[in-house]
């Protein structure tokens, strides 16, 4: 997910089982088309990188863009079957279900293959591909006129209302562009998604699947839950996103929860609250003195030692890009630990750490299809959420609202402009289901708290909550103990998959060097 509206605005800158659900039928004659040349040579048909040795069946599922509107053309879903390595592999596969909404599997899969596909490969064919809307799908919501407004938000000095305005004109000129091309950008839906889905298992002729989502593909998971249980052998969910809450409005409280948990346990470590005594108060005051005298970060002297003075690459550090760079950093467990020294230094004029976080939020947004978000988030968040309680968090958390810079406000205004329908009720309603469901969360993350993750574990008849010490966001493809908890369930969901390694995990390690 992205730092739910907030990040997405200032970095690119979502009940009753599927009977009378109102969501879309499977298509009904779904088509897998193999590409030719399929194997482990770079050199297939692949739209991405192979990873060496692997075997890799590279595909496209074309499917009504909506089913229930014959005349609305179609879409087309770029699909990789990874092998087992196994000679005897399990005939149910396991499917990845990305965040989001909006990330790009397949052009990111060569960083993620090995922490993501690999460890499962020994018995099962794991399954990747691009949702609807996103990265080589066709056609994807990419809006390139948003790239100018992102830049400008990290390396000018913009009021609120400036943002907002350049994203809202951005984001008018994209959807112009693509209603030109006759493209609707509401095709892109999780009720539409989880069809698809269903569709490419028919397609491929499984009888069940393992569905497995991390963050947004967690919403996707339970969407399919509802609408298309038949064909779900397990799920997992890791980092609940679910259709009930209201992202928008309990985002600040999420952060703040996620800080005081960082605080808290710096305090109780004696090598992190002797090196770092005063964090708490020194990232307020440390906000407070880069909104009053920003300072410039060119990325090149922090990574190459020679200032470039490329404006692309010289950030503007106030105090809403430190909190979202502090934002970023929970989400990763690798990252955790080093985040007090990162507050620690910025106080004292060394900009390294903070540095090399933005980049990395800089990159990632690189690989992000920016339209496919707001198409999920206007249609199935937004039409749930309420203005002036946004506002009033907002204002409750001031101290660290500027992670998500007037993010409610400009969400409301941006998907004005976005234009696409509100979703019916029931994308607002909890999922009830019966599939066996591994659920994991880990405390430190920002976005999806573990509150959530537990609530929807315990309304699932086989349900299993874990929550992770240490751990930020995806807690699967971030700790070993999560992948373990993950094999044991799908080894046989019908049974408690306790893993003593949960017990043993504890705080970060804190980085005290200076």
């Known amino acids: 997910m992205r730092n739910a509206a907030a990040l997405a605005i200032l970095l690119a800158l979502t009940f009753l089982i599927a009977c009378g659900s109102g969501a879309p039928a499977a298509s009904p004659t779904p088509h897998f088309s193999v590409q030719p040349g399929a194997g482990t040579s770079a050199t297939n048909d692949c739209p991405f990188e192979v ?10 599922l074309t499917v009504p863009a909506d089913r229930n509107d014959a005349s609305s053309g179609t879409v087309t879903l770029p699909i990789g079957v990874f092998k087992s390595h196994s000679t005897t592999p399990k005939p149910d596969p396991i499917i990845y279900l990305d965040g989001g909404p909006g990330g790009r ?35 994807a919501l990419d809006c390139e006129e948003d790239k100018d407004a992102s830049e400008d938000s990290y390396t000018k000095d913009l009021s ?27 095709f892109a839906t999780s009720a539409e998604s989880a069809a698809d889905l269903e569709d490419l298992r028919l397609a491929l002729g499984y009888d069940s699947w393992n569905l497995y989502g991390i963050s947004y593909g967690t919403r996707l998971s339970l969407t399919t839950m509802r609408d ?39 305090e109780n470590d004696d090598r992190c609250s002797i090196e770092y005594p005063n964090l708490r108060n020194e990232l307020t005051q440390l906000a407070g003195s880069l909104d009053a005298l920003p300072q410039k970060l060119d990325l090149g002297q922090i990574f190459l030692g020679v200032p470039l003075n490329d404006p692309k690459l010289v950030l503007r550090l106030d105090g809403d890009v430190l909190l979202s760079a502090v934002f970023s950093a929970l989400y990763s467990t690798n990252y955790l630990g080093s985040i007090p020294q990162m507050i620690f230094q910025t106080f004292h004029r060394d900009y390294t750490i903070v540095g090399q ?16 978000y707001y198409s999920v988030e206007c249609g199935e968040e937004v039409p749930f959420s ?14 660290i609202q500027g992670a998500r810079r007037g993010s409610g406000s400009d969400l409301f205004t941006i998907c004005g402009a976005w234009d696409v329908p509100a979703a019916p009720p ?33 309304r699932l008849t086989h349900g299993h909550f874990f929550e992770f010490p240490g751990t930020g966001h995806g807690v699967s493809v971030s700790t070993d103990c999560g992948k373990k908890l993950v094999q044991k369930f799908l080894s046989d969901p019908s049974a408690d998959p306790t893993e003593n390694c949960v017990d043993h995990l504890g705080p970060p390690v804190f980085v005290v060097t200076p």
């Open 160 to 186: 609120d209302e400036e943002l907002t305005a350049r994203l809202v004109d951005a984001f008018k000129k994209c959807r112009d562009g693509l209603v030109a091309q006759n493209i609707d950008p509401a």
């Open 426 to 458: 029931i994308e607002n309603q909890p999922v009830l289901s019966d599939v066996p469901t591994l659920v994991l969360s880990g405390n430190y993350d920002p976005i999806t708290p573990p509150a959530w993750g537990r609530a929807v574990a315990d």
């Open 386 to 399: 309420n203005r002036q309680l946004v506002d009033a968090e907002e204002k409750k958390y001031s101290d």
């Open 228 to 266: 298309f249980p038949a064909g779900l052998r397990s799920v997992i969910l890791d980092s609940t996103y679910p259709p009930e809450v209201d992202l928008t409005s309990e985002g600040p409280a999420d952060f703040q929860r996620a800080l005081d948990q960082l605080f808290d346990d710096c």
């Open 105 to 139: 599997t397949l052009e990111t899969i060569k960083y993620s293959f090995e922490s993501l596909v690999k460890p499962y490969l020994d018995e099962r064919d794991f399954i990747v591909f691009d949702q609807r809307g996103v990265g080589f799908a066709k056609p």
């Open 357 to 372: 976080t933005l980049a990395l939020q800089l990159f990632e947004d690189q690989h992000f299809s920016v339209g496919m």
């Open 51 to 60: 990873p060496p040795g692997e075997t890799v069946n590279c595909g496209t």
